[in-house]
């Protein structure tokens, strides 16, 4: 258990659709990045958050976008969603954007089918 | 550009027998390097890291890797394969640019053990 939780575990939407994924960082971290792993496929980064503020972006549209609160909690929203969007969405919280190590603890996932 | 590599897409052992899944990497400076496993529909777990010291590195569930700097490899490694270790296996690096430290990920190797 790393104390890192993911809520919905699954869920289903169509095209066009928006969603929300939430993620709770396990205690003392402030630093939360968020992944796409498709089937079959390694995570790709989205994006980080430190202390409420982006701090790292890959190679997503903007229709990706995130938050994060003052309790290091945060929240992952897609808009306009697409066929392809359709993957196992991994949040990870470290301390300090990474710590000294990088070493990053994940929740569970976020299983989202796009139909 | 720095990067992973995991050039088998799948291993497969008989338990018992000792078992490697390969990863090479390509970073500037010094390397910090991670191997997590992934069980179907879970999220990815830390299994062990390499950021200085002995070449081999001891981890959890009996897993060890060993760094070979002239080889850039990092490859894992167990005594011997238990059943239960089928999973997903990933290789990681961090990026050693900018403040994010995100890490890098290889595409997988699937591991089946058998019995």
């Known amino acids: 258990e790393t104390g890192v939780t993911q809520s919905p575990t699954h869920l289903i939407k169509t095209r066009g659709q928006q969603v929300t994924l939430r993620c709770s960082s396990q205690?003392?971290?402030?630093?939360v990045s968020w992944y796409q792993q498709a089937l079959g496929q390694g995570p790709q980064f989205i994006f980080q958050?430190?202390?409420?503020?982006?701090?790292g972006r890959g190679n997503f549209p903007p229709r990706f976008s995130g938050l994060q609160f003052p309790n290091y909690s945060s929240e992952l929203n897609v808009n306009a969603l697409e066929l392809d969007d359709s993957a196992l969405y991994l949040c990870?919280?470290?301390?300090?954007?990474?710590?000294?190590?990088?070493?990053?603890?994940f929740g569970e996932g976020s299983r989202l089918t796009v139909l | 550009a720095q990067s992973v590599a995991q050039p088998e897409d799948q291993v497969n052992v008989a338990e018992g027998n000792p078992l490697t899944v390969k990863c090479t990497y390509s970073?500037?400076?010094?390397?910090?390097l991670f191997w997590y496993v992934q069980y179907p529909n879970r999220g990815l777990q830390f299994l062990l890291k390499?950021?200085?010291?002995d070449n081999l590195v001891k981890g959890s569930y009996g897993f060890e890797a060993e760094f070979n700097k002239s080889q850039t490899s990092f490859h894992l490694k167990k005594p011997s394969a238990l059943v239960s270790d089928s999973a997903l296996y990933f290789c990681?690096?961090?990026?050693?640019?900018?403040?994010?430290?995100?890490?890098?990920w290889g595409l997988g190797t699937s591991l089946a053990v058998n019995p």
């Open positions: 390499y950021i200085t010291g």
């Open positions: 990681a690096v961090r990026e050693n640019a900018g403040n994010n430290r995100k890490l890098i």
């Open positions: 970073v500037s400076g010094n390397p910090y």
């Open positions: 205690s003392g971290h402030n630093t």
């Open positions: 958050y430190y202390r409420e503020e982006e701090n």
């Open positions: 990870a919280s470290s301390p300090n954007r990474g710590g000294p190590t990088g070493e990053l603890f």
